[in-house]
């Protein structure tokens, strides 16, 4: 099993910035890649980030050129930097790591609320 523990959510104002964390444990062999998700109320989850162990990255449309994911393999913690926050990015954002070992399989987050007040 994976464990992921998120921390960084909190509540900023509009323009403001927040780093997210997420560190992984437990069984994190051929965990690749990781990433963020988040899901606002009455919306589906959606797509944030997500990071190769060599670098790679995919955002989504609404967060590029905002946001910024970077990894420390050495620490199996991935992080998440936003920048010029919206009201519209409030939602819980939840830590993803993805294994593909014969199968894939997702591990998930608990969630870390993020609230931008206008």
């Known amino acids: 099993q994976v464990q992921l523990v998120e921390s960084g959510g909190g509540l900023v104002q509009a323009g403001g910035s927040l780093r997210l964390s997420c560190a992984a444990s437990?069984?994190?062999?051929?965990?690749?890649?990781m990433g963020w998700y988040r899901q606002a109320p009455g919306k589906q989850r959606e797509l944030v980030a997500t990071?190769?162990?060599?670098?790679?990255?995919n955002y989504g449309d609404s967060v590029k050129g905002r946001f910024t994911i970077s990894r420390d393999n050495a620490k199996n913690t991935v992080y998440l930097q936003m920048n010029s926050l919206k009201p519209e990015d409030t939602a819980v954002y939840y830590c993803?790591?993805?294994?593909?070992?014969?199968?894939?399989?997702?591990?998930w987050g608990q969630g870390t609320q993020v609230t931008v007040s206008s």
């Open positions: 993803n790591a993805v294994r593909y070992f014969g199968k894939k399989t997702d591990y």
């Open positions: 437990g069984s994190i062999f051929s965990i690749n890649p």
């Open positions: 990071i190769t162990s060599s670098g790679s990255t």
